[in-house]
Structures are given as structure tokens and as C-alpha cells.
């Protein structure tokens, strides 16, 4: 059966104060290191006991693994693992949204698991980096890949912090302010909206419609709504890469 998804936005970071998206990869904010502790605070009481949290994937920018390891440490100090994947970073190449050297971060977080990361990280305009294009066609189809990797995953559930744009564009359809998430479960059949077939569907949980902390709204978008088209973007010429590994997490060891 496919793991239950707490998908998570990232707090508050620097460039959400003043809307400054000329700051790179920024940290969190002092509002977003608090928005942590809420979350912290909130979700692991409400995950159900018979719903074992055995991953935790995060997109390797700054505000998201800080994020991850203030709200999540107690997982990780149980020997949760934690995984940074860039499939799941944000849409954009603005400066924000552009992450830090990957050969930089390991240093900084060194709790989390880095070596399944893309090593075209942090590119996305290069032709190497197609697979992280900004447009309508390249968000959706990365959703819809990182969707399928967790649809085959043993855990019985999966968190994963990421950002607004990327989760609602490419993954649910549903905005998430900041430090607030939801809950989905994987159901079969196809839906709509998504590119060459929405082949991993979600169903969202009744009791997170408003954001699990109830920060958020209900209001749907269709995945991709307001990106730019891509005529160039060829699924078949995406090639992506991991190091040691496949571009993926599928072969990240179960957590016992």
C-alpha cells in the first residue's frame, strides 16, 4: 500500500519579510524558527500511532532543511532518516528560489542524507538542468515523477517539507502558508490537470482542507495554472542523476 504524504511548506524565511526575492537561498526568519516550534508543537501529537512515520524528504534549500530539522528532530533523533531530494525544490530561478552549492550544505546540516541529491543542483536553466525548467510542462511532469517514487515507497508515511509554488503547482493544487501542511493518501485511477496523464493522484484529508494548522484556505488551482509554456520541453530528453543513486529516493534503506 503507498505511504500517507504530510506534505509541509517550509517557515517563514527571510525573503517572505519584505518580499525581497533578490536573496538567495535565504534562512529562515526569527517569525519562521517560531512558526517551527508551532508545527513541532501541533502535527506529531495529531499523526495517528498506527501511522508510522519512517521518512523524511526535504528540498535541499536552506529554509526547508532548517525547517525540517526544528520541527522534525525528535523523528530524526529516533533514526528517522532524512533525505534531501531536489525534485522537490522550488519552480522559480529567482535568486530565492535558486539553491546554495550542494558541496556547501553538507556541512551546515549534517543530519541530512545528501547523497541521493541531483548533482545538477542547483541548475535549472542549463540544458543539463531542463529537468528543474521553469515552465508549465517541466513543473507538472517533476511532480508527477516525484509522486510516482513515493507511491512506491514501504512506509506507511512520508513527510516532506517543501515550498508553496511547488506543491500547489505540481503536487496537490492547493496553496500552503508558511509552517503549515497537509495530509493525502495515494488513490487509484487518473485524474485531471496534469500533463500525458495525472497517473499519481491524491486525496486529501478532510480534517487539513484548511492547512493542518489552519493557516491556509481551501481554494483548489489546476496543477500548472499560471506558468509559462514550454513548446520546447521534451519529457524524453529529461535525464536526471544522483551520484550514487538514480535521481531518486527508491533506494533509500527502510527505516526499522
Same mark, same amino acid.
Given at each position: $500500500?503507498?505511504? %500517507?504524504?504530510?506534505?509541509?511548506?517550509?517557515?517563514?524565511?527571510?525573503?517572505?519579510?519584505? #518580499?525581497?526575492?533578490?536573496?538567495? !537561498?535565504?534562512?529562515?526568519?526569527?517569525?519562521?524558527?517560531?512558526? =517551527?516550534?508551532?508545527?513541532?508543537?501541533?502535527?506529531?501529537?495529531?499523526?495517528? #500511532?498506527?501511522?508510522?512515520?519512517? &521518512?523524511?524528504?526535504?528540498?535541499? $534549500?536552506?529554509?526547508?532543511?532548517?525547517?525540517? &530539522?526544528?520541527?522534525?528532530?525528535?523523528?530524526?533523533? *529516533?533514526?528517522?532518516?532524512?533525505?534531501?531530494?531536489?525534485?522537490?525544490?522550488?519552480?522559480?530561478?529567482?535568486? =530565492?528560489?535558486?539553491?546554495?552549492?550542494?558541496?556547501?550544505?553538507?556541512?551546515?546540516?549534517?543530519?541530512? !542524507?545528501?547523497?541521493?541529491?541531483?548533482?545538477?543542483?542547483?541548475?535549472?536553466?542549463?540544458?543539463?538542468?531542463?529537468?528543474?525548467?521553469?515552465?508549465?510542462?517541466?513543473?507538472?511532469?517533476?511532480?508527477?515523477?516525484?509522486?510516482?517514487?513515493?507511491?512506491? *515507497?514501504?512506509?506507511?508515511?512520508?513527510?516532506?517539507?517543501?515550498?508553496?509554488?511547488?506543491?500547489?503547482?505540481?503536487?496537490?493544487?492547493?496553496?500552503?502558508?508558511?509552517?503549515?501542511?497537509?495530509?493525502?493518501?495515494?488513490?487509484?485511477?487518473?485524474?485531471?490537470?496534469?500533463?500525458?496523464?495525472?497517473?499519481?493522484?491524491?486525496?486529501?484529508?478532510?480534517?487539513?482542507?484548511?492547512?493542518?494548522?489552519?493557516?491556509?484556505?481551501?481554494? %483548489?488551482?489546476?496543477?500548472?495554472?499560471?506558468?509559462?509554456?514550454?513548446?520546447?520541453?521534451?519529457?524524453?530528453?529529461?535525464?536526471?542523476?544522483?551520484?550514487?543513486?538514480?535521481?531518486?529516493?527508491?533506494?533509500?534503506?527502510?527505516?526499522?
Amino acid at each position: $500500500m503507498p505511504p %500517507t504524504l504530510i506534505l509541509v511548506r517550509h517557515a517563514q524565511a527571510l525573503h517572505n519579510v519584505d #518580499k525581497d526575492y533578490t536573496l538567495h !537561498d535565504p534562512e529562515l526568519s526569527e517569525l519562521g524558527r517560531k512558526q =517551527c516550534a508551532e508545527l513541532k508543537e501541533q502535527l506529531i501529537p495529531r499523526i495517528p #500511532k498506527n501511522l508510522d512515520v519512517g &521518512l523524511i524528504i526535504v528540498s535541499p $534549500m536552506k529554509r526547508t532543511l532548517e525547517t525540517a &530539522l526544528l520541527a522534525f528532530g525528535e523523528l530524526i533523533d *529516533r533514526g528517522i532518516p532524512i533525505v534531501a531530494h531536489a525534485g522537490w525544490q522550488e519552480t522559480s530561478a529567482k535568486p =530565492c528560489d535558486v539553491g546554495s552549492p550542494l558541496a556547501s550544505l553538507p556541512p551546515l546540516f549534517p543530519q541530512v !542524507d545528501f547523497s541521493h541529491v541531483d548533482p545538477v543542483f542547483p541548475d535549472k536553466t542549463s540544458p543539463a538542468g531542463a529537468f528543474y525548467r521553469y515552465s508549465r510542462q517541466a513543473v507538472v511532469h517533476r511532480g508527477q515523477t516525484v509522486l510516482r517514487e513515493l507511491r512506491d *515507497r514501504p512506509e506507511k508515511a512520508v513527510i516532506v517539507v517543501s515550498h508553496s509554488g511547488f506543491l500547489k503547482h505540481a503536487v496537490t493544487g492547493h496553496f500552503y502558508m508558511n509552517a503549515d501542511y497537509r495530509i493525502f493518501d495515494f488513490v487509484d485511477g487518473h485524474g485531471d490537470g496534469a500533463l500525458n496523464g495525472n497517473d499519481a493522484v491524491l486525496r486529501q484529508w478532510e480534517e487539513t482542507k484548511k492547512g493542518g494548522m489552519g493557516w491556509s484556505w481551501e481554494e %483548489t488551482v489546476p496543477l500548472g495554472d499560471g506558468l509559462p509554456d514550454d513548446d520546447d520541453f521534451a519529457v524524453d530528453a529529461i535525464t536526471v542523476d544522483a551520484g550514487d543513486g538514480d535521481g531518486s529516493v527508491n533506494d533509500v534503506q527502510v527505516h526499522t
